[in-house]
């Protein structure tokens, strides 16, 4: 069971967007994610007539480390870890480590 999923609110903890928060986008490779508004790059795409795209300068999330980020804990407003716990009837859930409530409801 991987600890950060698609969808997940996270914090940057490290790198240069150090503090932002954003939403997993996809998860590329068990240690890289995109996460939306951070890592943003400037990429410049050439037309294709045959798809109907115009040229220009493209801005797009590139994929940043899975150490660089933590799970945003909305009960203390801070990033924090995650641990398992057994519930009776789900098996094994992802918690918060500093308090202990359940992420996946």
């Given at each position: 069971m991987s600890k950060i999923k698609k969808g997940d609110d996270v914090v940057v903890i490290a790198g240069k967007d150090k503090g932002k928060r954003g939403t997993v986008l996809r998860i590329?490779?068990?240690?890289?994610?995109?996460?939306?508004?951070?890592?943003?790059?400037k990429k410049h795409q050439r037309?294709?007539?045959?798809?109907?795209?115009?040229?220009?300068?493209v801005e797009m999330d590139s994929p940043i480390q899975v150490s660089n980020i933590a799970i945003y804990n909305?009960?203390?407003r801070k990033a924090d870890r995650i641990g398992f716990?057994?519930?009776?009837?789900?098996?094994?859930?992802r918690c918060f480590r500093s308090n202990g409530d359940l992420i996946d409801t």
């Open positions: 590329m490779k068990p240690d890289l994610v995109v996460v939306e508004g951070v890592n943003r790059l037309p294709n007539p045959n798809k109907g795209d115009t040229g220009g300068i909305p009960a203390t716990k057994t519930v009776e009837g789900k098996g094994k859930a």
